[in-house]
């Protein structure tokens, strides 16, 4: 799974190029980014070598195993709304502040509207039949709109319950380093820091590790002919498909109208990566660990 940088510079930005409103040394200075991004956060390990979900993909998992994970993710998912506040808070535009506003509502519980559509929102809030594109700006807070609400609805199925997932006491070292590490990062109230955090992650999430577990989890479905619903990583998959084209446009764009530290960009973008291994490694480690006691015991 790997990402590939996209060099070529959006019409308005070529033509503030050639009336002169953007130096050539400012071009010069972001296509050295790009050599940057290509170097040292596109390669890294997580992105090229996901260990957990290469394996994870192929659905040979057992119900302790899928547990364990469902857990873990339940407790990143939850606690990433504590990520995004802090992003809201920091925001260092108006603009940005409302960028980040819609996710926030969204994984909350208010569903896109997309504008000019009739009425205020769909009434359905399962999330195959959610819409991913639109605002959130006139729509709906649906209770069971809320994305944990669709894990809740799918951890039934291995028997947990609201008091089994989702909060930090149920999360392990490397979960919670990888939670506190997005707030840290990709909260940053520093601009560049909080650029790079979202820009690493941005890549991360569109390097295709939701397929992998949305491969797994329908093998396993139809190997233990079981009803539970996946839609919670469908969702996100088609979501990260359609923002994956616009991640260098939104790049691009924040790197001319503000002032970037190049430096503080790529470590950002660096040490949000590693967090993200530290909880995929953690899960990997985990497995290994229950295997050894199966193999052992």
């Known amino acids: 799974m790997r990402t590939t940088v996209n060099r070529e510079l959006s019409e308005e930005t070529s033509e503030q190029l050639k009336k002169g409103k953007i130096p050539r040394s400012r071009e010069k200075a972001y296509q050295r980014l790009l050599d940057r991004i290509e170097k040292e956060i596109l390669t890294h ?53 409302h960028a980040s506003k819609e996710i926030l509502m969204n994984e ?10 009739k009425g205020a929102a769909s009434k359905e809030v399962d999330a195959e039949l959610v819409g991913t594109e639109g605002t959130v700006d006139g729509g709906t807070f649906r209770f069971p709109a809320a994305h944990f609400e669709w894990l809740l609805r799918m951890i039934s199925h291995v028997d947990l ?12 070292p490397s979960t919670l380093f990888f939670c506190d590490e997005l707030s840290r990062l990709y909260g940053s109230e520093d601009p560049s820091v909080g650029l790079g955090a979202s820009f690493a992650v941005e890549n991360w999430a569109a390097a295709g590790f939701w397929k992998e577990l949305i491969q797994g989890l329908e093998t396993y479905k139809k190997r233990e002919k079981s009803k539970m619903p996946i839609a919670f990583f469908t969702w996100h998959d088609r979501v990260e498909d359609q923002h994956a084209a616009h991640t260098w446009t939104e790049l691009e764009e924040d790197y001319f109208s503000t002032e970037v530290d190049e430096d503080k960009f790529i ?22 660990q229950r295997d050894g006691v199966r193999k052992t015991g």
């Not at 899928?66 to 709304?81: A, C």
């Not at 909350?108 to 559509?117: D, E």
């Not at 590693?274 to 497995?287: C, M, N, Q």
Request: charge should be positive; hydrophobic fraction near 45%; charged fraction near 30%.
């Open 267 to 288: 470590r950002a973008g660096r040490e949000i990566l590693d967090g993200v291994k530290a909880f995929w490694d953690g899960l990997h480690e985990a497995r290994l």
């Open 45 to 97: 390990d997580v992105i090229v070598n996901n260990r957990f979900t290469r394996w994870f993909k192929d659905g040979a998992f057992d119900r302790e195993d899928l547990r364990h994970f469902l857990v873990q993710f339940s407790v990143f998912s939850n606690l990433f709304i504590e990520a995004q506040l802090h992003k809201v808070i920091n925001a260092p535009t108006l603009e940005a502040m």
């Open 161 to 172: 319950t609201f008091n089994e997932v989702g909060k930090r006491r149920h999360g392990t």
């Open 108 to 117: 909350l519980g208010v569903v896109f509207r997309k504008p000019g559509a």
